[in-house]
């Protein structure tokens, strides 16, 4: 069920129209953790963790044909990592491999070549960060130490050279954010997030990160606290905000999919930044 409330003001999320949902070819592995990115007409499916110990698992979704393929593994599987397309290439950043102590590996996909590549490591070992592709580069921003708790570390990766360059610390650390950038103003957009290692601390904070200027700004906040979810950015001059999951507050969290202590969201938000 697609879901909606409007608030109000200049900068804000509005009710998402559709004309409706197609349900595809589901992927052959369910998985949590996992991260996604497409080249072309191909959606990938990396890595994640299901019924079993194994994390390398990639799966290829043919959007013109409605099908799904193996795609060749990735060498450091993982869990919670973050993915994005970079000139028709994906890059997998961060993660954990135990769920506890998070890692500093990425690794470059040529998809025309069907060959993984060890890049340089991230400078901070991150599990769960917002990774934007902007420019010539990649920012990996927040994300989680060891035990989950929330980073404010921001890097630069430069795939050109194959270096990283420090910036400074975003104001409101958090993981499991999501990030969306719009390119032509140098602007990047960190959405919700968790705020402590427990996970049941989310925030409704928008932030605009500007590059150009390496500076902050809040922006109108979230209908609620989320984390875990997803924002993309389209040639509209929208972000759509898509899913989520809040905490209940009524016992232990064991992170688990079926938990009744969590709150699971269908929403998708659109945020925009003009006057309709």
């Known amino acids: 069920m697609l879901a909606g409330l409007l608030l109000c003001g200049l900068f804000g999320f509005s009710v998402l129209s559709f004309a409706g949902w197609n349900e595809v070819e589901a992927v052959p592995t369910g998985r949590w953790g996992l991260a996604a990115a497409a080249v072309d007409d191909q959606v990938y499916a990396i890595a994640g963790q299901d019924d079993s110990p194994k994390l390398s698992k990639v799966e290829v979704y043919d959007v013109a044909r409605n099908k799904w393929n193996e795609g060749k593994e990735i060498p450091s599987g993982r869990v919670m990592h973050a993915a994005v397309t970079f000139k028709g290439k994906i890059y997998v950043f961060g993660g ?151 905490w209940k507050g009524k016992g232990g969290v064991d992170g688990g999919i079926n938990d009744p202590d969590w709150t699971f969201y269908d929403d998708v938000w659109e945020y925009y930044q003009q006057t309709r």
């Open 96 to 246: 954990t491999f135990d769920g506890i102590d998070p890692v500093a590996r990425v690794e470059e996909y040529d998809p025309k070549k069907d060959v993984w590549t060890m890049k340089a490591a991230m400078p901070t070992p991150r599990i769960a960060p917002m990774v934007v592709a902007m420019s010539s580069n990649i920012y990996v921003i927040g994300g989680a130490t060891a035990l989950y708790f929330p980073s404010p570390v921001i890097e630069v990766y430069n795939p050109a050279t194959d270096t990283w360059e420090q910036k400074p610390d975003m104001p409101n650390p958090r993981w499991g954010a999501a990030g969306a950038s719009i390119a032509s103003k140098g602007k990047i957009y960190i959405f919700g997030g968790a705020t402590d290692f427990t996970r049941e601390n989310s925030t409704t904070a928008v932030d605009e990160y500007d590059t150009r200027t390496e500076t902050w700004t809040p922006k109108a906040e979230m209908q609620r606290p989320l984390h875990n979810f997803s924002a993309s950015f389209v040639n509209s001059g929208m972000i759509y905000v898509i899913g989520g999951q809040k």
